[in-house]
């Protein structure tokens, strides 16, 4: 649905895209993540037609973005970060105006409107003016307008930003839903949002794709760093002293106390070391007995840090 290759923007001395190439397939959702200035919302821009790359080539649908950018901008609906509302409107007011430009036939124009405002629960305020209503409801107004004309492609900058913890909730289910039938790429600093929602994620760092396959897949290519979380009966200071003081041992950190006179520790250990039974006999000749150990998956955020701190990417 979403074919990228060679995509590179650049202004002036600064690459702020360098060559990415990636793909997006129908129905799929995505997850597109990065720091800050990694980027992502240049992508998207890109990918949209707000802004033009400076080299390199991407379809929507199999429509260029340079060549037929109408019908690129007929298939996506796009939420940047800050949505694009005139305050001075009312929701009812600023929606019908956002569907004459994207052409909806006046027929469908009223029942796509009020489906959508049902779907994302604005109709309580489709009479007020925009500027008056809370930053979550302006967000909830932004993915409305993204909606309008049931476009196939969603692209989704920071949907959820602004929204309280039900309001996450709801349209982080809306999402999902919406994806049974809709392409959807999803940038969000919010990890187990992703987690969550997303199918595959891109992780962009420094203009370049430096990941790209599901999170478990990810989290199975840092494997070779193993991570245990162990409990032990004893003294936090000499538990963590123990632990340290293991040639094949990264970090150890403590994780707090679940039980009377233990302590949970979190403990890294070197690439392609099994730390098990060194951690076991050591614990054990200081006379401090090991009640829990298993092994612990990276996370998305472990993976993002990992990925966007020393730049190695993951196979």
Known sequence: MIVVQGLSKRYGQHTAVDAISFKVEEGEIVGFLGPNGAGKTTTMNIITGYISATEGKATVAGYDILENPLEVKRTIGYLPEAPPLYLDMTVREYLGFAAKIKRVGKAQRQGNLDTIMDLVKIADVRGRLIKNLSKGYRQRVGLAQALIGDPPVL?????????????????????????????????????PEVTEICQRVLIIHRGRIVAEDTIENLSAGLS?????????????????KICRSIPSVKSAESAGCREPDTIDLLIEANEDQDIRRPLFREMAEHDLPILMMRSVDYSLEDIFIQLTTDEKGVS
């Open 155 to 191: 692209i989704l900058d920071e949907p959820t930003i602004g929204l309280d913890p039900k309001q996450i909730i709801e349209i982080r289910n809306l999402i999902k839903e919406l994806g049974h039938e809709r392409t959807i790429i999803l940038s969000s600093h919010i990890l």
């Open 224 to 240: 070779g760093r193993s991570r245990l979380a162990i409990r032990v009966a004893g003294s936090e200071k000499e538990a963590l």
